[in-house]
């Protein structure tokens, strides 16, 4: 008889965009390895985008779905928070909600388990975060209904931040918090081994094996038909998936590339910038002002599995963070495209080193224009000499999802027989 575990994820499909991406191939993994998947999540009042592709392939694979209503008709508004909302609102609701806004869900969420518990004879729950509230309605889920869960950390909590606050959280509560869920845990996941061991020296009553390393990966039927061979391009495509907004190295990235056209003409003619996916109504004033518009490709947002193709016809994918232990999930679907990777992140972190490893990293570790400029004008010489880096052979064959999902199989079930 299958056995059958809960997930508990606030945003999951039709909702598109990366961060639902990782919640969504491990459920469709799981459920291809035997297990009963369901997952309970929220209707948000705004979809970004809507991915019909990513919905239709868990629903082809036998996952349940169970999403709390909405107030109100959900809609879709691929336009990014104003001023207001990002200075004043969520920093407020970050003070009001604790640990986050999206506890609002929380009293839904449970009645919503409890007829899922009826339904289902679950025997474990595996709560995904962000946002952090998901880990606190899994506790007291458990609690209710006697049941083991597994917390599965895609960012960390006080060394990352919540969906209100852009800050790094050190606060007295959120680390008492923090405590308590991963004293009550049956096993904690986290994406990599610097994110692994900061855990373990922050919570020195924690083991090495409570935690495990279980990277996002990516899912291989993704690739059926997709051209990953090497091709000659007229121009150099350095690509951003994913959505395109002020925060991070991006802004930095092309006001560096503006200093690079302005002050060697000639190579604008040899370089596109490709933005697809959701570009933040700012970002495209910054682009329009620093006057490379006829340099950056805006296609707009595309669904999942038809991005594979179009970062096929890239050169070089690009990505950035500012955290030590965080991975962008999209990392991972570039390596398995098995492209040059270039990346702008703290220098030792999660991301540099893993990048690193692959053998087809570019890294830059300043964000400074000069520094920038020099980066593209690099890769630029190594495009047209034809010697942009090249993957290791096999390494990609290494972070696909279905390396991952006996891993998560096992930490399910002895997370049942020791509960």
């Known amino acids: 008889m299958k056995k059958t575990v809960l997930i508990i994820s606030y945003s999951f499909p039709p909702m598109g965009l990366s961060g639902v991406v990782r919640t969504s191939k491990m459920a469709k993994a799981l459920s291809k390895n035997g297990w009963n998947v369901v997952v309970l999540s ?7 985008t809507y991915d019909e592709t990513l919905l239709q392939e868990l629903i082809d694979a036998g996952v349940h779905i169970y999403s709390t209503p909405s107030k109100t008709p959900p809609k879709q508004d691929s336009s990014s ?17 604790f640990p986050d806004s999206a506890i609002r869900w929380k009293r839904m969420a449970i009645a919503a388990a409890d007829g899922i518990m009826n339904e289902y004879d679950v025997s474990v729950i595996l709560s995904v975060s962000p946002p952090l509230s998901n880990f606190v309605i899994a506790d007291t889920i458990a609690e209710r209904h006697q049941i083991p869960f597994i917390l599965d950390y895609q960012d960390g909590w006080t ?3 919540t969906i209100d606050q852009p800050q790094k959280l050190r606060s007295s509560a ?11 845990a049956a096993r904690i996941f986290v994406p990599s081994r610097i994110a692994k061991e900061q855990m373990i020296k922050d919570y020195r009553f924690l083991e090495h094996e409570d935690v495990m390393i279980i990277p996002a990966g990516y899912d291989r039927d993704d690739l059926v038909g997709i051209n990953q061979s ?19 190295q991006l802004p930095a990235f092309l006001q560096g590339f503006a200093e690079v056209i302005r002050t060697s003409p000639e190579l604008q003619k040899d370089i596109i910038i490709s933005l697809p996916g959701i570009v933040d109504g700012a970002l495209t004033t910054l682009i329009d002002k620093l006057g490379i518009r006829d340099s ?3 296609p707009g947002y595309i669904a999942h599995r038809a991005l594979f193709e179009a970062m096929s016809k890239a050169d070089i994918l690009f990505a950035d963070t500012g955290s030590m232990y965080q991975i962008p999930r999209k990392i991972y679907e570039y390596i398995a495209m098995q492209k040059p990777i270039a990346i702008m992140a703290p220098e030792h972190s999660a991301l540099s080193r893993l990048i690193q490893e692959s053998g087809a990293g ?5 964000s400074g224009n000069a520094s ?21 052979p096999g390494f990609a064959d290494d972070y696909a999802m279905d390396n991952f999902v006996e891993g998560i199989s096992i930490a399910l079930t002895k997370a049942i027989r020791i509960s």
């Open 42 to 48: 929220a209707t948000p009042k705004v979809y970004l």
């Open 81 to 97: 928070p104003g001023w207001f909302e990002r200075t004043i609102m969520r920093p407020m609701l970050g003070q009001v909600y």
């Open 159 to 161: 060394k990352g931040i």
């Open 174 to 184: 959120h680390m008492k918090l923090e405590h308590h869920l991963l004293n009550r």
């Open 230 to 248: 090497s091709h000659v391009t007229a121009k150099l495509v350095i690509m951003h998936t994913g959505k395109a907004d002020l925060s991070g």
């Open 296 to 298: 950056v490709h805006q």
């Open 362 to 366: 570019l890294l830059l570790h300043d």
């Open 372 to 392: 920038v400029g020099s980066f593209i004008r690099s890769m630029h010489a190594s495009w047209k000499s034809g010697k942009l880096p090249k993957q290791k």
